[in-house]
């Protein structure tokens, strides 16, 4: 089983938004998500997967990557026990599978190497 399940991705018309979707699920499913640093990342066909966006356990700061910056938006909804990322104003280049990642740990949450938990993935397809 899966720690991390996302849900709300697929097909939009670029300028568009989806809001995605992270909950905990598996062997952390009794966790509460607000305990953990959480991010998004997201993998485009035929490149690396790369940062998108982060949120610190300890202050709730946010940390996003400059090809979002303004038009994502990462957040908790910590009664529902939930992470979001609210996407707007796409682009084709957005076109990924986005996965959610959460971390016990505080620092260099840009990296991969930060986090321990890791969802399934969801795609994302921007029309131009």
């Known amino acids: 089983q899966v720690p991390l399940v996302e849900s709300g991705g697929g097909l939009v018309q670029a300028g568009g938004s989806l809001r995605l979707s992270c909950a905990a699920s598996?062997?952390?499913?009794?966790?509460?998500?607000?305990?953990?640093?959480m991010a998004w990342f997201r993998q485009a066909p035929g490149k690396e997967r790369e940062f998108v966006a982060a949120?610190?356990?300890?202050?709730?700061?946010?940390y996003y990557a400059d090809s979002v910056k303004g038009r994502f938006a990462l957040s908790r909804d910590n009664a529902k026990n939930l992470v979001f990322l609210q996407m707007n104003s796409l682009k084709p280049e957005d076109t990924a599978v986005y996965y959610c990642a959460a971390s016990y740990g505080l620092v260099r949450l840009a990296t991969e190497r930060a986090y321990d938990y890791w969802g399934q993935g969801t795609q994302v397809t921007v029309s131009s």
């Open positions: 598996g062997r952390i499913a009794g966790a509460a998500l607000r305990t953990l640093s």
């Open positions: 949120i610190s356990r300890s202050d709730s700061s946010t």
